[in-house]
């Protein structure tokens, strides 16, 4: 552009210099730029040559939106931070750009500082497939617990109080990820990789050790009913019982292991429900004949 042209700046640190950066307009001194060790200093202390216009500004091809932060930093040794992550990282650009190194650790921490405060303190996985199930309770360093809950498998009404039951199982399961996240990886099945309405899972070093069932099939004048039952005690019985398998490299002592086996591979329904069942369809088909 005509009546531009390279000049070296050089001056007393009380001379005041007018810079154009990327259209963003700054006025300061030459010794608040050469106040630290860094590219503004080099360009203004005599040691490089600066593009300046026909006017006097002295041009730097950069995105001007975060140099007045570093100039304010120059100036006072401190600035306010941006609150917002994607300005933090553009602040942190410019920074490394003019190799001000007094900024650029704080302006770091600021970012990790919101990376924590993004990351949740609790995750639970929701199941997608049962390949996905298996790869995470073969693979999880952790002791697992996973409630199924598929309240679309049902094909018999529910009793009354079964939907407040299933709401305080769900509920019980979000306290006990909170309370136990850091120790146990909890995991929820809501697409219905089993067939159970609401179901308790506990597996250690990658079986599974125990089963607490929520649903049984209660039987009324005509049909049958399902009844959703809320077995606060023993769902923490369990996982406490689930916590003995946390070290995966020495294992709990094997008789405590082996007294936590005892409800591993149980159902919901036990022989004489079954036997029940058979009995109540032989009555229903002899009733429609």
Not at 100 to 114: D, N, R, S, W, Y
Not at 146 to 166: I, P
Not at 169 to 179: A, P
């Amino acid at each position: 552009m005509s009546g531009e042209h390279k000049t070296v700046i050089q001056g007393t640190a009380s001379k005041y210099v007018k810079l154009n950066v990327g259209g963003s307009l700054h006025y300061t001194t030459i010794g608040t730029l050469t106040k630290h060790d860094n590219m503004l200093r080099a360009m203004f202390s005599g040691r490089m040559e600066v593009l300046t216009d026909s006017e006097g500004w002295i041009l730097i091809d950069r995105c001007g939106k975060h140099f007045g932060t570093i100039l304010n930093f120059l100036r006072d040794g401190s600035v306010s931070l941006p609150d917002s992550r994607r300005e933090l990282q553009e602040l942190l650009v410019e920074a490394k750009y003019y190799l001000a190194q007094t900024i650029i650790p704080l302006v770091e921490a600021a970012l990790q500082k919101k990376k924590e405060d993004l990351d949740p303190v609790c995750r639970v996985p929701l199941i997608t497939s049962r390949k996905e199930e298996q790869l995470l309770i073969s693979s999880s360093i952790k002791p697992v617990v996973k409630l199924s809950c598929n309240r679309h498998n049902n094909k018999y009404s529910y009793t009354s109080n079964s939907d407040d039951n299933l709401l305080r199982n769900l509920e019980l399961f979000d306290k006990l990820s909170l309370r136990f996240n850091g120790r146990v990886l909890f995991l929820k099945d809501v697409i219905g990789s089993t067939e159970e309405i609401c179901n308790w899972f506990y597996y250690g070093h990658g079986s599974k050790i125990a089963e607490v069932c929520c649903t049984s099939i209660v039987y009324g004048t005509d049909k049958k009913h399902t009844k959703v039952e809320f077995p606060e005690a023993r769902i923490y019985e369990e996982t406490l019982n689930v916590l003995l398998y946390e070290n995966r490299d020495n294992g709990p002592d094997a008789e405590l292991m082996k007294a936590t086996r005892g409800s591993s591979g149980k159902g919901c329904q036990s022989d004489e429900e079954d036997e029940r069942e058979r009995r109540y369809e032989h009555g229903d088909r002899l009733r429609r004949k």
